[in-house]
Nanobody, 120 residues
Framework: QVQLVESGGGLVQPGGSLRLSCAAS????????MGWERQAPGKQRELVAT??????NYGEHVKGRFTISRDNAKNTVYLQMNSLKPDDTAVYYC???????????????WGQGTQVTVSS
């Protein structure tokens, strides 16, 4: 089992920066991919960023502005968010993917979500 606790959300002005953290506990050695998704009112849930080993991937709307990183020693994944825009406003969810011995034992764990509001 894996538990994920998010922190770092809040209110920031356009053009500002924020760093989100997602701390994992439990069976952390079993985690493969970790990442962030976001959900804004009236919009579909969308990919923000993923990290698998040293490989990263970003959603089109955040490329060049956001950076995902992972500190395995601290069992924590981070999302550095720069040049924030009002349309970045959303609830951001951290996840961790764990592959089981068979497909029906694969599991995705989710953090509780943290609100990011970009407004002047």
């Amino acid at each position: 089992q894996v538990q994920l606790v998010e922190s770092g959300g809040g209110l920031v002005q356009p053009g500002g920066s924020l760093r989100l953290s997602c701390a994992a506990s439990g069976s952390t050695l079993s985690i493969g991919t970790m990442g962030w998704e976001r959900q804004a009112p009236g919009k579909q849930r969308e990919l923000v960023a993923t990290i698998t080993g040293v490989s990263t991937n970003y959603g089109e709307h955040v490329k060049g502005r956001f950076t995902i990183s992972r500190d395995n020693a601290k069992n924590t994944v981070y999302l550095q968010m720069n040049s924030l825009k009002p349309d970045d406003t959303a609830v951001y969810y951290c996840y961790a993917f764990v592959a089981g011995p068979v497909a029906d034992r694969h599991t995705t764990y989710w953090g509780q979500g943290t609100q990011v509001t970009v407004s002047s």
